[in-house]
Nanobody, 121 residues
Framework: VQLQASGGGLVQAGDSLTLSCQLSGRIGRGINVAWFRQGPGQEREFVSVITYEGGADYADSVKGRFTASRDNAQNTAYLQMNSLKLEDTGVYLC????????????????WGQGTLVTVSS
């Protein structure tokens, strides 16, 4: 499975941004798509995960501001980010796995290259 994340950019605090993650290759039912982010000098941090059926889970830091969605027909997952804060700055990476949704990045065997989100004041 290959993943291509896009949609990052430079925005101001309070703005919105939507990221996309295009999946390709051998994609079957049951595949989950997660978003992680990594700020400068920080470890990779879980952001959200969405199951094949559309159930989503979020880190507490983004709950109520970010919304994950997906279009299985297009093999694309999205992350709608609203009310962006300075601390949301980082490289956002999408990852995928079969089986249960997980917050641990080590459980994800497939990763995209990441897209940079910079939130300025």
């Amino acid at each position: 499975v290959q993943l291509q994340a896009s949609g990052g950019g430079l925005v101001q605090a309070g703005d919105s941004l939507t990221l996309s993650c295009q999946l390709s290759g051998r994609i079957g039912r049951g595949i989950n798509v997660a978003w992680f982010r990594q700020g400068p000098g920080q470890e990779r941090e879980f952001v959200s995960v969405i199951t094949y059926e559309g159930g989503a889970d979020y880190a507490d830091s983004v709950k109520g501001r970010f919304t994950a969605s997906r279009d299985n027909a297009q093999n694309t997952a999205y992350l709608q980010m609203n009310s962006l804060k300075l601390e949301d700055t980082g490289v956002y990476l999408c990852a995928t796995k079969y089986g249960g949704a997980a917050w641990d990045p080590n459980q994800y065997p497939y990763w995209g290259q990441g897209t940079l989100v910079t939130v300025s004041s």
